[in-house]
């Protein structure tokens, strides 16, 4: 038995999510028929966070365990054919130890939420990005991001059924910076509640329009109370971008 770690990139919009689900088609259920038509065996491919509907990832670690041995490339080039016409791509696969748990031993996870901020609407990039019509104040919302980095309890920031057993979490990086017409949220952590970085993102648009303060973003977190903060950032602009374990 041979455990393999795999980098994968994907489009979120066709699927229902990363997990297999009854109501649509997940990343998951790809990648694991993908591994069936490959290998001939049946395998539950673990991933490092799951992402929603309609969110996107540009580096997601996943790891799966085969009886048949295979080279890396192959696998990687075999994927990949049987992927296809899903918008999925394995980037890179390495040999992993059978300690190795995409999930339960990454030690960290990042995202980015992109924003474009112009009156015209994507043509290129519809359903990749959030369209926010309004100026924003990149800068201001940077400033008030500063409020929710460190350790939390972030019940405002939570969905309802995040099925988190504490909503105590500590954020490392929560960085806001405007690149041309997008503005751009980077979020680092050892580990996320369900919806926080699109709550937050919906909270700082408040500030970068002018209708929120940090001053009110500091009186959401303190509420403990989801609706005390701003509303979800549609899934459009979400990005996984990797996850990190040790060496």
């Known amino acids: 038995m041979a455990r393999w770690k795999l980098t994968i990139e994907y489009d979120g919009r066709p ?19 993908a591994v069936h038509k490959l290998s001939g065996e049946t395998v539950r491919v673990h991933a490092s966070g799951r992402t929603d509907a309609g969110v996107h990832a540009l580096g997601q670690v996943v790891h799966f365990d085969l009886e048949k041995p295979f080279l890396a490339d192959k696998i990687r080039d075999g994927l990949n054919f049987h992927l296809r016409p899903w918008p999925v791509a394995v980037l890179a696969v390495q040999a992993a130890g059978e300690d190795f748990h995409a999930r339960l031993t990454s030690i960290g996870r990042s995202y980015v939420y992109r924003i474009l901020n112009r009156r015209a609407p994507p043509a290129l990039d519809a359903g990749r990005v959030w369209h926010v019509q309004r100026p924003l104040d990149a800068e201001a919302m940077h400033a008030a991001a500063q409020v929710l980095v460190g350790q939390h309890d972030f019940t405002s920031f939570r969905a309802a059924l995040c099925q988190a057993k504490s909503p105590l979490k500590t954020l490392d990086r929560l960085d806001v910076v405007r690149e041309g017409e997008e503005v751009r949220v980077y979020a680092a952590a050892r580990s996320f509640l369900h919806h926080q970085v699109r709550n937050m993102v919906g909270t700082l648009e408040l500030v970068g329009i002018g209708k929120w303060t940090a001053a009110d973003v500091r009186a959401a977190l303190e509420a403990r109370d989801r609706s005390r903060a701003g509303p979800t950032a549609p899934p459009d602009g979400l990005y996984f971008v990797e996850a990190r374990y040790l060496p």
């Open 15 to 33: 699927f229902s999510g990363w997990q297999r689900q009854d109501n649509g088609p997940s990343v998951q259920q790809a990648l694991e028929e």
